[in-house]
């Protein structure tokens, strides 16, 4: 068995920063896709990014929907299996509470099969 832990939520203004961390413990985590999803109040669960192997290229590739691209960067410390995803100039419209999962490279949460807990990040205006 493995767990993620998610650090790094909390409260901050619009066009602020916050840095959530999410820390493997079990297996290493080298070899699989990271992935970051977060769910809003009344909503769904929606895809944020992912970090994974790139099949075509030796090199981590990032993959991130359309609302957070240039706000929001995910990177990864293997050696410490933490994944991480940075994220600036904040919207309320983030608010939501964010999972980190491990798994393949993908968009929807079927390709993950662990996941944390989740952290709260709340944005206000």
């Known amino acids: 068995q493995v767990q993620l832990v998610e650090s790094g939520g909390g409260l901050v203004q619009a066009g602020g920063s916050l840095r959530l961390s999410c820390a493997a413990s079990?297996?290493?985590?080298?070899?699989?896709?990271m992935g970051w999803f977060r769910q809003a109040p009344g909503k769904e669960r929606e895809f944020v990014g992912v970090?994974?192997?790139?099949?075509?290229?030796?090199?981590?590739?990032?993959q991130y929907t359309d609302s957070v691209k240039g706000r929001f960067t995910i990177s990864r410390d293997n050696a410490s299996n933490t994944v991480y995803l940075q994220m600036n100039s904040l919207k309320p419209e983030d608010t939501a509470v964010y999972y980190c999962?491990?798994?393949?490279?993908?968009?929807?949460?079927?390709?993950?099969?662990?996941w944390g807990q989740g952290t709260q990040v709340t944005v206000s205006s």
């Open positions: 970090i994974g192997w790139s099949g075509v290229i030796t090199q981590y590739i990032t």
């Open positions: 079990g297996r290493t985590f080298s070899s699989y896709a």
């Open positions: 999962a491990a798994g393949k490279f993908g968009s929807q949460s079927s390709s993950y099969g662990y």
